[in-house]
């Protein structure tokens, strides 16, 4: 499955955010990729609350209607005061906004394409309108769509409102460079409970693209005290990490390590026979993996395979995982998806291993975050979003985490740092979650609990 992007041009999106006041626009349905028929519109798009539609033509225009209403196929008109038709032509030009006409209904909520009475989007279950202005909307047909009646491209966003700020933040940082310096010292001085580990082994898994390299490169450039980028990061159709990697960290340059190992992985994608391999990630989680371990989710990693660690012990196995979820992409996740991570999260529990949800990007996902930091757990938007993760995900909300990584800056700020530092420390403080759940003797000797360990390696998986 592609990725589903907008086609919106940045600046088409500020013309059209504009016309919709402080919302966010998520990608509910594109035709070129779901197709261009009204069933595929209604299974995207009923019962999603705002939306708004964006049409494409090759004349060069954007157009189409806001409405506040449900789309749900009842067959009645459906009346809405907030309701508006649109049009934003390449040039720059003020966009067009054509309000209702007071007295009639906005659209006919029936089981076509959406039908604005003067603009029938789908029109016969195809790439094309049917404009009849003058009924409940008024305009120019070469203002709105400059005549052109074919639709290049089709999409509908939901209209999500970004509220206010919370009076009272859902959770408490201090925001200074004492807690800091604080949160530093104490990831620093970490000691792991059981005496024969020396660093807390925290695997990252997530969709493509949810930021996992970034948030490793982050971390690592926080301690560093300038920007790296160790792990290759951005963009692309599929996961741009392919290899294992276990990173260790140091804390500033030639300086000690820190008790860290951050594990990147390939991104998880939907479908079977791409991305992540769910087997290839339980082999992670139980230490069987080596460093830089090329994965190929054609041929997942066996007994034999060279990179396939038979001897895994306490170091080597993954103390705590870190779901990496871009916030952007909450409400897009697929049921699909879900389904992966719930499969996921069914074997992660069964190796009692604690786990943990970062939403990253929340610079991106709220304006109110994007414009100070220190509103990220005040936006009602961002508590929203959490809530609904935590949910779909199952995971109690006291362990999802919010994060901005280093994606364009130069220079480390200490705002960015707490927010980062604070998901390390929960990390580590759940790495010694995982260490209560293991069987640990008198003398803090460790059982290695792995069923897939051969029983003849139980003895080396001891910790001495
Ligand atoms: N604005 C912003 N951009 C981010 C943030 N985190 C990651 N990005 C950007 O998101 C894109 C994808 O990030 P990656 O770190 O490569 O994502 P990944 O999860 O490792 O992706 P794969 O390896 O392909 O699975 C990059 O262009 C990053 O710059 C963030 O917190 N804020
Ligand atoms: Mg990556």
Redesign the pocket.
């Known amino acids: 499955m592609p990725v589903v992007t907008s086609s919106l041009s940045e600046d088409q999106q500020k013309d059209l955010l504009s016309l919709l006041g402080h919302v966010r626009l998520h990608l509910l349905y594109k035709a070129s990729v779901h197709g261009f028929t009204a069933l595929a519109f209604h299974s995207r798009c009923d019962w999603q609350g705002p939306t708004v539609i964006a049409a494409y033509n090759a004349a060069g225009f954007v157009f189409g209607a806001h409405t506040s209403q449900d789309y749900t196929q009842s067959g009645v008109e459906v009346c809405d005061e907030k309701a508006f038709l649109y049009s934003i032509q390449a040039g720059g030009n003020t966009p067009l906004r054509v309000a209702g006409i007071h007295t009639k209904c906005a659209f006919n909520d029936n089981n076509a394409g959406p039908d604005f009475g003067a603009l029938v989007f789908l029109h016969e279950n195809a790439a094309k309108i049917q404009s009849n202005p003058g009924g409940n909307f008024t305009f120019q047909p070469a203002e709105m769509h400059g005549e052109d009646v074919a639709l290049t491209e089709f999409e509908v966003y939901r209209v999500e409102g970004l509220g206010d700020l919370l009076a009272k933040p859902w959770r408490n940082i201090r925001w200074n460079e004492e807690r800091r310096q604080q949160l530093m010292k104490s990831i620093i001085s970490y000691k792991p409970e059981v005496k024969s580990v020396q660093q807390a082994r925290v695997v990252?898994v997530?969709?493509?693209?949810?930021?996992?390299?970034?948030?490793?490169?982050?971390v690592n450039s926080m301690f560093r005290g300038n920007m790296t980028s160790q792990?290759?990061?951005?963009?692309?159709g599929?996961?741009?990490?392919?290899q294992f990697r276990a990173y260790n960290i140091k804390a500033g340059k030639g300086g000690g390590v820190v008790p860290l190992i951050l594990c990147?992985?390939?991104?998880?994608e939907e479908n079977a026979e791409v991305?992540?391999d769910i087997e290839d990630l339980i082999h992670i989680l139980k230490g069987n993996v080596k460093d830089r371990y090329l994965l190929n989710p054609l041929t997942p990693i066996q007994g034999e395979t060279p990179g396939f660690k038979k001897q895994a012990t306490l170091n080597d196995v993954i103390h705590c995982v870190v779901y990496?979820v871009?916030?952007c992409k909450v409400s897009l996740l697929s049921q699909k998806m879900l389904d992966k991570f719930a499969s996921i999260r069914k074997k992660t529990n069964h190796l009692g291993i604690p786990q943990i949800l970062l939403m990253?990007?929340?610079?991106?996902a709220c304006p109110l975050a994007?414009e100070d930091l220190q509103n990220v757990y005040r936006s009602v938007y961002l508590q929203r979003k959490a809530r609904e993760l935590s949910e779909s995900f199952g995971i109690p909300l006291s362990c999802v985490l919010l994060?901005?990584?280093?994606?364009?800056e130069l220079e480390l700020d200490r705002d960015v740092d707490i927010l980062l530092l604070t998901a390390v420390d929960q990390m580590l403080n759940y790495t010694d979650s995982f260490f209560e759940n293991q069987v640990i003797e008198e003398d803090r000797e460790a059982i290695d609990l792995y069923s897939s360990v051969p029983s003849q390696q139980s003895k080396t998986s001891r910790v001495n």
């Open positions: 990252l997530g969709p493509v693209g949810a930021g996992k390299s970034t948030f490793f490169n982050s792990a290759i990061a951005g963009t692309a599929k996961s741009v990490t392919t990147d992985t390939m991104g998880l991305g992540l990496v871009d916030t990253t990007k929340v610079d991106e994007a994060v901005k990584s280093y994606s364009a």
